[in-house]
C-alpha cells in the first residue's frame, strides 16, 4: 500500500535527551514537511524539504533538527533546546506543488 | 498573527442538524484544501478549491470559495456521528510551503 509512516506512535523523553521520530513515504514525492500540532493551534510547519539533501526551517524549526539523504525518509531530531517538546507530531508529504499534503498517522511526544 | 482564521472554533451538532464551518484569509487565496482528523490521527484529506465561486461536494460536505478568493466555507447536511472530529482549512504560501487555520472541532449530541 502506499502512504506514510511514522514511528514510533508514542515516544517518551527524559530531560537533555535528544529523540528521533521517524516518517517514511513510498508516494515517490519529492516535498516532505514536518508540523506540530498543539492543542488550540492548529499546525506549525517545522521544517519542510523540496529535494534530498536540501532542507529549509519553517516558522518554529529552533530546537528542532532534520536530514533528507533519502528521498523516502524525513527525520526529524527533537534536541534537549527544545523546551516544550510535549507535543503530537505530523509528517507530510506532497507530490507537485497545488496537489494535496498526505499524512501520516502522527507520533505523540511526552516528556518525563 | 493568523494567517488563516477558523470559525467556530467547536460546536456541539444535534444529529440531522445542518452546519457551516468559515475559514477566512487577509489574503487572496491561491489553493484552499479542507481536511478532516480524527483525535490523535493523522489528516484526511476531503476537497480542494482553486478558482474563484468554485463549490465542491462529496457525500454530504460541500466546500465553497468565495469570488474574492478569500473565504470558503465548509457545510455539512444531516450531520452523523461519523462526521465528529476535527476540520481544518490549509492554504498554499510561496516556495511549496503550506499554511494551517486553528481547526474546529464537531462534536455530535443525539
Known amino acids: 500500500d502506499g502512504g506514510i509512516t511514522q514511528s514510533p506512535k508514542y515516544l517518551f523523553r527524559k530531560e537533555g535527551q535528544n529523540v528521533t521520530l521517524s516518517c517514511e513515504q513510498n508516494l515517490n514525492h519529492d516535498a516532505m514537511y514536518w508540523y506540530r500540532q498543539d492543542p488550540g493551534q492548529g499546525l506549525r510547519l517545522i521544517y519542510y524539504?523540496?529535494?534530498?539533501?536540501?532542507?529549509q526551517k519553517g516558522d518554529i524549526a529552533e530546537g528542532y533538527s532534520v536530514s533528507r539523504e533519502k528521498k523516502e525518509s524525513f527525520p526529524l531530531t527533537v534536541t534537549s533546546a527544545q523546551k516544550n517538546p510535549t507535543a503530537f507530531y505530523l509528517c507530510?508529504?506532497?507530490?507537485?506543488?497545488?496537489?494535496?499534503?498526505?499524512f501520516g498517522p502522527g507520533t505523540r511526544l511526552l516528556v518525563l | 498573527s493568523q494567517e488563516l482564521e477558523q470559525s467556530p472554533q467547536s460546536l456541539i451538532v444535534q444529529e440531522g442538524k445542518n452546519l457551516t464551518i468559515n475559514c477566512t484569509s487577509s489574503?487572496?487565496?491561491?489553493?484552499l484544501y479542507w481536511y478532516k482528523q480524527k483525535y490523535g490521527e493523522g489528516l484526511i484529506f476531503l476537497m480542494m478549491l482553486q478558482k474563484g465561486g468554485e463549490e465542491k461536494s462529496h457525500e454530504k460536505i460541500t466546500a465553497k470559495l468565495d469570488e474574492k478568493k478569500q473565504q470558503s466555507s465548509l457545510q455539512i447536511t444531516a450531520y452523523q456521528p461519523s462526521h465528529a472530529g476535527i476540520y481544518l482549512c490549509g492554504a498554499d504560501r510561496t516556495g511549496n510551503q503550506f499554511y494551517f487555520g486553528t481547526g474546529t472541532s464537531l462534536t455530535v449530541i443525539p
Open positions: 524539504s523540496q529535494i534530498v539533501n536540501d532542507f
Open positions: 489574503k487572496t487565496l491561491y489553493g
Open positions: 507530510a508529504s506532497r507530490g507537485q506543488p497545488g496537489e494535496t499534503q498526505y
